[in-house]
């Protein structure tokens, strides 16, 4: 996935009204009428919801017979997670250095004034 396709996702899921579509599909597929009840809007817009997600490749619709069904491509949740996996285990790895040095710190003071002693 490049980083334009990337930032396409995180924008489609950016609206709330495209978040809430998304969980709900991610329970089965669905019509664009049955993706429209809940939501106070007109099947229109939220047939424009619908292509902004499947722009984003979040979505994709197929025909069968007269109805089309809207599926939850699952695969680009598995891209979306590496790319963040891979920056939340970089901050791990910095909070972990973090944590050596101030118990490198803690450790000489500790020694100069152990607890119980007054200065």
Not at 37 to 58: C, F, M, N, R
Not at 64 to 72: G, Y
Request: glycine content about 4%; proline content about 4%; cysteine-free.
């Amino acid at each position: 996935m490049t980083a334009d396709e990337l930032s396409k996702v995180f924008q489609a899921l950016a609206d709330p009204t495209r978040r809430d579509m998304v969980a709900r599909l991610a329970s089965g597929d669905a019509s664009v009428g049955e993706l429209a009840a809940p939501y106070d809007v007109s099947v229109q817009a939220v047939s424009k919801h619908l292509k902004v997600l499947e722009g984003a490749g979040l979505v994709t619709r197929s025909r069968e017979a007269q109805r089309r069904p809207v599926h939850l491509e699952a695969e680009v949740f598995d891209l979306m997670t590496k790319w963040i996996e891979r920056y939340r285990r970089a901050a791990e790895e910095r909070f972990a250095r973090l944590d050596a040095v101030l118990a490198a710190e803690a450790k000489p003071i500790a020694e100069d004034n152990p607890i119980g002693e007054s200065a």
